[in-house]
């Protein structure tokens, strides 16, 4: 069955960056986009950019480019998610998706969700 | 990009029915069909509910159906159940980019 198990949860100072992971199963790694969600504390979902997993080509929300990188190892079926210069309103649970419409926006399966929380 | 709008709440009593509204533009709802719509319970990840507007995902009741006019697109739940009650998001490609509604919470009086 298709799992997308992501890091744990993680505390960081301000300024600071932090790396997220998402480990897929189930299914080939490479057939679909991955794409980054993220949700602030009582707030909603807000779509951060995608990966293609087979090219490592990305695409970026305006608002995070310049201070999200999204990666790939396909030999371990893993997506990265590395935000930079940290400040306390990143503070949220960031989720990977999986994108079963090719960038089209679709997302089927999640992972659990990884608490960053930024404080000093 | 700007969120897509809906309600911030929507409310029924068992077996009744609820309908929510997203409403975005041009460049988003109205000029794809990669509308989806995914249910949150607290504490938990979305689920996806229904997709390119009106298909459901194998294992979601017939109870959710989807429909679009124009710039805003539906989710309409019948038959309302206490496990309906959750926060619902839709989303929508908008060319290359990707953006979501506001959310709505869904209170099963």
């Known amino acids: 069955q298709v799992q997308l198990v992501q890091s744990g949860a993680e505390v960081k100072k301000p300024g600071a960056s932090v790396k997220v992971s998402c480990k897929a199963s189930?299914?080939?790694?490479?057939?679909?986009?991955m794409h980054w969600v993220r949700q602030a504390p009582g707030q909603g979902l807000e779509w951060m950019g995608w990966?293609?997993?087979?090219?490592?080509?990305?695409n970026y929300a305006q608002k995070f480019q310049g201070w999200v990188t999204m990666t790939r190892d396909t030999s371990i079926s893993t997506a990265y998610m590395e935000l930079s210069r940290l400040r306390s309103d990143d503070t949220a649970v960031y989720y990977c998706?999986?994108?079963?419409?090719?960038?089209?926006?679709?997302?089927?399966?999640w992972g659990q969700g990884t608490l960053v929380t930024v404080s000093s | 990009q700007s969120a897509l709008t809906q309600p911030p709440s929507a409310s029924g009593s068992p077996g009744q029915s609820v309908t929510i509204s997203c409403t975005g533009t041009?460049?988003?709802?109205?000029?794809?069909?990669?509308v989806s719509w995914y249910q949150q319970h607290p504490g938990k990840a979305p689920k996806l509910m229904i997709y390119?507007?009106?298909k459901r995902p194998s294992g979601v009741p017939d109870r959710f159906s989807g429909s679009k006019s124009g710039n805003t697109a539906s989710l309409t739940v019948s038959g309302l159940q206490a496990e309906d009650e959750a926060d619902y998001y839709c989303?929508?490609?908008?060319?290359?980019?990707?953006?979501f509604g506001t959310g709505t919470k869904v209170t099963v009086l």
């Open positions: 990966i293609n997993p087979n090219s490592g080509g990305t």
């Open positions: 189930g299914y080939t790694f490479t057939g679909y986009y």
């Open positions: 041009s460049s988003d709802v109205g000029g794809y069909n990669y």
């Open positions: 989303s929508s490609y908008a060319g290359s980019n990707g953006v």
């Open positions: 390119e507007v009106s």
């Open positions: 998706a999986r994108d079963i419409a090719a960038a089209g926006n679709t997302y089927d399966y």
